[in-house]
């Protein structure tokens, strides 16, 4: 195969016990004839002569290159990440938890992008230590009917993940022109398909886009927040000072907290940093983790301020002594779609229009990153040999239908119930990602020496665990408040429906104390020896012939989408 490039050709190596496609670059120049070739760098023979010339080429371009250079080279998957934590369904709870409580839950955020954070770095550093992302290691790691349920549960996350973002979009394509919100669900997915074209022209631009629609949203946002002019001593006391007053405090943090982690981010996080070129060493490895871990702190740092700029905003607006009745009473049910009419009626029209521009660029942007984490569940359970573009317009078009049939039956509020019905699937799924995740990052079988050291053990479970109970918590609550007050059905119909769903809850509780306690068999890392640890640090490959090879670990199968010509 041959990639296009200033005289490279460039040919695929298995790495052994990896089952990566990764590529190796071959440099065109031949080898010092003073030099052994490369073959002899395992040879006794060539012991001492190949160890002088391997320190030397660690003085090589690559290695000399700067630290901060290294970094930009990596910049990119944080900021498409920290898109699922400022989705319209994020948004949404943060207007109403700010309408409620003002600024006293702002610390639930401020834990959550944390927890997020470690969470988020270790699905990264499972994609760059063992070169899959973490649906193709479900894929090889479980039985056939536990990676089916497996995979089935990812597409449904996808699906519910899209829903709040469709919609968001709509409405705010709604409140920006006059059309109809089922119009809007279908420009959404038809901008959603040319968007991703971009990636035709390099996955770096696609990135570059999303990052500026992220910087859209701050500045939005932002300009809201110094219009409404918070009292900055209560907003970082909410920051910093946990408490639960009021009615519906404990039930609103729990929310704040289960819309953060989603489970298709971390199948997009693991699969998203092997587009960068890591070399398969352990100083490779390290740099790859470390620049990674930074890159995501600080798009997440951005999502934290957006989301309190949002939460104080709604907190400042709907505790306003001037606000009406019927304002007060929006307030009480802040929806994506009646905040912008709130916001009109409080702040003025120009301020419904920033508030619309940025729910716009939350909406679209999070349905491309919706869309990539289809692509590569989809390819990494299944391995579906279909060309790119095709299995993206599949993912788009399955993932758009319940927000279309929605809106067009139900209209704007049957379409904001639809994003309370999508959190609640996503509560109830992010079990089966986190799980396996917490295994595969701490497993020597899957990370070798790279696995978690017994703290981050430690912590990442303890934090993995709540985040589970807590969506635990908060599905079976709604449920039995759902059935005994607002279901409206006969006695023997909520007793039915009891019956029906109890096993299922208890199934539910089983199948993650298997996934949690079933002990790893699939051994997907392979330690090099010390020679060609060595050869891997200074860029060089050992294989037969007179030409020398820079390793450069790249999926090149993930990396773009190519579309029909």
């Known amino acids: 195969m041959e990639l296009g490039g200033e005289g490279g050709d ?33 040879s006794e023979e060539g012991g001492a002569k190949s160890k002088d010339i391997l320190n030397n080429k660690l003085d090589d371009e690559p290695i000399k290159e700067p630290g901060w250079k290294r970094f930009m080279a990596h910049i990119g998957p944080g900021f498409l ?17 700010g309408a409620n409580h003002k600024y006293e839950l702002l610390w639930v955020i401020l834990i959550g992008l944390i927890f997020a954070l470690i969470i988020q770095s270790l699905a990264a550093n499972l994609g760059v230590t063992t070169g899959r992302h973490l649906a193709e290691l479900c894929k090889s790691e479980y039985p056939k009917y536990v990676k089916i349920f497996l995979w089935l549960l990812a597409e449904i ?6 829903i709040p973002e469709v919609i968001g979009t709509a409405f705010a394509l709604n409140i920006l022109f006059p059309i109809p919100v089922w119009v809007g669900v279908l420009i959404t997915g038809m901008s959603t398909l040319l968007l991703l074209g971009l990636q035709r022209y390099g996955v770096r631009k696609l990135e570059l886009l999303i990052s500026m629609l992220v910087f859209v949203m701050a500045a939005c946002y932002f300009g809201e927040l110094s219009y409404v002019k918070p009292p900055a001593k209560e907003v970082l006391k909410g920051l910093f000072v946990p408490t639960l007053k009021g009615t519906g405090a404990t039930g609103d943090a729990i929310a704040l907290l289960g819309a953060l982690v989603m489970p298709h981010n971390l199948f ?3 699969a998203l940093v092997l587009t960068r070129k890591t070399p398969p060493s352990v100083r490779g490895i390290n740099d790859a983790c470390r620049y990674f871990l930074i890159e995501s702190g600080f798009a997440l740092f ?9 939460v104080s905003v709604s907190g400042t607006v709907c505790s306003a002594a001037n606000i009406s009745p019927e304002d007060a009473d929006r307030c009480g049910d802040l929806t994506l779609d009646s905040a912008s009419f709130l916001l009109k009626n409080v702040l003025g029209k120009s301020s419904s229009t920033v508030y619309a521009i940025a729910l716009l660029a939350s909406g679209q942007s999070s349905t491309i990153t919706g869309t990539y984490a289809g692509q590569y569940i989809m390819q990494g359970f299944l391995d579906i040999k279909m060309k790119k573009w095709l299995r993206n317009l599949l993912t788009r078009c399955v993932a758009i239908a319940p927000s279309l049939v929605v809106a067009i039956i139900g209209g704007p509020s049957g379409a904001g119930r639809l994003i309370i019905i999508a959190s609640m699937i996503l509560s109830f799924e992010l079990p089966f990602a986190l799980i396996p995740l917490l295994k595969f990052s701490s497993s020597k079988t899957k990370m070798g020496p790279h696995k978690n050291s017994i703290y981050v053990i430690i912590v990442s479970w303890i934090l993995g665990l709540c985040i589970i109970g807590i969506n635990i918590y908060f599905l079976s609550t709604s449920f039995v408040g759902w059935l005994i007050h607002s279901s409206g059905l006969p006695k023997f119909a909520n007793v039915l429906i009891g ?12 199948v993650i104390i298997y996934l949690t306690f079933r002990k790893d068999t699939v051994v997907t890392f392979t330690a090099p020896s010390d020679a ?11 294989h037969d012939g007179n030409k020398s090879y820079e390793v450069v670990p790249y999926r090149e199968d993930i990396a773009d989408i190519p579309l029909p010509d």
């Open 302 to 310: 951005v999502a934290l301020l957006i989301n309190i700029a949002v």
């Open 81 to 97: 990440v920290s898109l699922a934590y400022l989705d319209p369904g994020n948004l949404e709870t943060d207007l109403q938890a």
């Open 268 to 270: 997009l996080h693991s």
């Open 532 to 542: 060609s640890q060595t050869e891997m640090e200074a860029g060089i490959n050992r």
């Open 499 to 510: 019956i029906i769903v109890f096993p299922l809850m208890a199934a539910y509780i089983i």
């Open 10 to 42: 460039i040919g695929r190596e298995a790495h052994p016990g990896r089952g990566s496609k990764r590529i190796v670059a071959i440099n065109d120049a031949e080898l010092n004839p003073a030099q052994p070739s490369p073959a002899s760098f395992g």
């Open 157 to 162: 996350a996808v699906i519910a993940a899209d």
